[in-house]
């Protein structure tokens, strides 16, 4: 099934730096959403975007919705050893039940 | 406010078996979706129930059938198991109407 590319795959940081990451998508989306996955458990969500431009933040995270409707991009201000995990875009359009998802990037902290 | 839970966590299933899977929504909320993940992969979208009904079908075949009950509550049923069916299986629920997807933890199903 089709899959939204983010970019970088994998990110090696040490605690206290900046992270951004990103998701491109082929086709237009009217809702981003940006989730985050830890080992055994399910996804869960950290913002969520709903109109072209918009800038979001939670905490330390900021996220926006391209102005294309085809991209977003996730921001993660002075890492800390809890936001090790696996961070996923999804795009929802209206008329269609389902998210879909991007292929992931995976935070790993170096001590 | 309760989550959405699912069972069971895990289960070791034979090859050509069914299975049965269940979620219980998040209170308030009315729809549920499927998704299968398999590893190092994003969720894919199996399904959506609302109103006790299939709302929304990803590419699955059809041994990939499900319920959804009075309340809200829903399983996920595969027959024929085959080992590509393996995987991490997603419940979530949401407020018709455009509302965030949140995720139980799933079910690690394994095919041998």
């Known amino acids: 099934g089709q899959q939204l590319n983010q970019s970088p795959q994998s990110m090696f940081i040490q605690e206290g730096e900046d992270v951004s990451m990103n998701c491109t998508s082929s086709?237009?989306?009217?809702?981003w959403l940006w989730y985050k996955q830890d080992p055994g458990e399910g996804p869960v969500l950290l913002i969520a975007?709903?109109?072209?431009?918009e800038l979001t933040s939670n905490g330390r995270l900021t996220a926006q919705f391209g102005i294309t409707r085809k991209d977003s991009f996730l921001n993660i201000s002075a890492s800390i050893p809890s936001d090790v995990g696996i961070y996923f875009c999804?795009?929802?359009?209206?008329?269609?039940?389902?998210?879909?998802f991007g292929t992931g990037t995976r935070l790993t902290i170096i001590p | 406010e309760t989550g959405v839970t699912q069972s069971p966590t895990h289960l070791i299933k034979t090859r050509g078996q069914q299975v049965t899977l269940r979620c219980s929504s998040q209170?308030?909320?009315?729809?549920v979706s499927w998704y299968q993940q398999a590893l190092g992969q994003g969720p894919q979208f199996i399904f959506q129930?609302?109103?006790?009904?299939?709302?929304g079908r990803g590419n699955f075949p059809p041994r990939f059938s499900g319920l959804q009950f009075p309340n809200y509550s829903s399983e996920l049923n595969v027959n024929a198991l085959e080992l590509d069916d393996s995987a991490l299986y997603l419940c979530?629920?949401?407020?018709?109407?455009?509302?965030?997807?949140?995720f139980g933890n799933g079910t690690r199903l394994t095919v041998t």
């Open positions: 979530a629920s949401s407020f018709r109407g455009n509302s965030p997807l949140h």
């Open positions: 086709s237009i989306f009217n809702t």
């Open positions: 975007l709903y109109k072209a431009g």
């Open positions: 999804a795009g929802h359009d209206f008329g269609n039940e389902k998210l879909t």
């Open positions: 209170s308030g909320h009315n729809t």
């Open positions: 129930y609302y109103r006790e009904e299939e709302n």
